[in-house]
DNA sequence: TGAAAACATGAGTGATCCTCACATTTGCAA
DNA sequence: TTGCAAATGTGAGGATCACTCATGTTTTCA
């Protein structure tokens, strides 16, 4: 299979850079190093993409990539980063402010669609969270993204349901957003058509759970 | 990442076997490469799997290998193919019966326990359905398997609620399924407490969906 | 029985990830 | 300013695999 692992370890761990970068010229070039890999994906796929390509397209060399980055994981575990970085921040804000029922079938299904949108129109995250299942790190971070997600929903949920069991709230929450990222996977892989009414069909589902008990 | 693709092409094609065993010779040395493949995938993983050390495992050399699987994938992909094309049989059998609410109750309930014990006790297809993701042939087979359990679903919706779209109710169905698949690797992945949690919780929403309305 | 087909072998090829010894640039204290 | 240490930059080369191929062995069957 092409040589598209690294040589190390099988071990989850993602090993922090190497090396921060603390001048201003290196920062740049790590941005332009981010920026490279980032198209790469783009056109190719993660695992497609090759490392000298990368700080060809960088304009730097091969040795200053592993410089600030111990390996090919690390460079697609800091876009992954800063996706989810993002999207926590916009999922946060989008439930936030519910307090009734409503409110919570408003902003969820907004929530969807925005999530939905961001797959279709982003090939880098949705190539990276695809090859997420096989690489260990990248599942933890996968998770913990969705719990921190989940998080958001559980404490509306909480604020609606002041007398439900917080445990069975969590596992409810948990459960929904992550089947809200398989749906949306899936829906990708269908083509558009199907994967418009299985999102709509989970949104249904979602909010039936989230809304009536 | 570890070397996880195939020197050859993106394209998600498998080629098919380079020869099949005719000879009984043969077939026997087939079943040793499948079952040393096997071991290893559940010792380290499909990844860290080198072809070397299957052929070794096998007794064969690494030429015998290729020549009757022509890459890495293949060999993955038949291991895959034997256990879809068992668990759609048990599948089939559990769902062929069901003539009501009930009985669909009770097949389902019945079926996630053992999809989720199955999921559990295998590391092999736990590891080959993780990877998944990661390799367009294997997406596409777990695809196609997903449509062939939801299949099953679906007929039995059609019987119980004839008056339905049909559409709708392929699309439930193959939701539902896929939902199931995801509930079962996130399981896997936060523990067992948590995850029988998720389990529950999942068939409780699965079936007021499939039952109630 | 003999030739063709099937099967078996493993050293070698090429692609790719990553290292390392050495060169250059920057920050900053004297 | 000067000089030194830390930070940064370089790319040829090492190591590891997946996979090939020229060649040898066994089985089938007319």
Not at 182 to 203: C, F, H, N, P
Request: proline residues 3%; glycine residues 6%; contains cysteine.
């Amino acid at each position: 299979m092409e040589g598209s692992t690294v040589a190390g370890s099988q071990d989850g761990q993602i090993a922090s850079p190497r090396r921060a970068p603390s001048q201003q010229r290196s920062r740049e070039r790590v941005e332009r190093m981010l920026a490279a890999a980032s198209a790469l994906i783009a056109e190719q796929g993660s695992d497609a993409m090759r490392m000298g390509e990368v700080a060809e397209r960088a304009g730097v060399s091969i040795g200053s990539l592993y410089q600030f980055f111990p390996d090919k994981r690390a460079i697609i575990w800091a876009l992954a980063e800063r996706y989810t970085a993002e999207s926590q921040a916009c999922i946060a804000a989008a439930l936030a402010q519910v307090s009734d029922a409503e409110g919570l079938r408003r902003a969820f299904s907004e929530l969807v669609d925005i999530y939905y949108g961001l797959f279709l129109a982003s090939p880098v995250m949705r190539d990276i969270w695809s090859g997420t299942q096989a690489d260990k790190a990248l599942r933890e971070l996968e998770l913990a993204d969705s719990r921190a997600n989940a998080e958001f929903l559980t404490a509306v949920l909480k604020r609606l349901r002041p007398a439900a069991d917080p445990a069975a709230l969590e596992t409810t929450a948990l459960l929904i957003w992550q089947m809200g990222e398989a749906t949306m996977r899936l829906a990708i892989s269908v083509g558009r058509q199907e994967g418009d009414d299985l999102v709509a069909a989970y949104k249904r589902m979602a909010l039936r759970e989230l809304l009536d008990h």
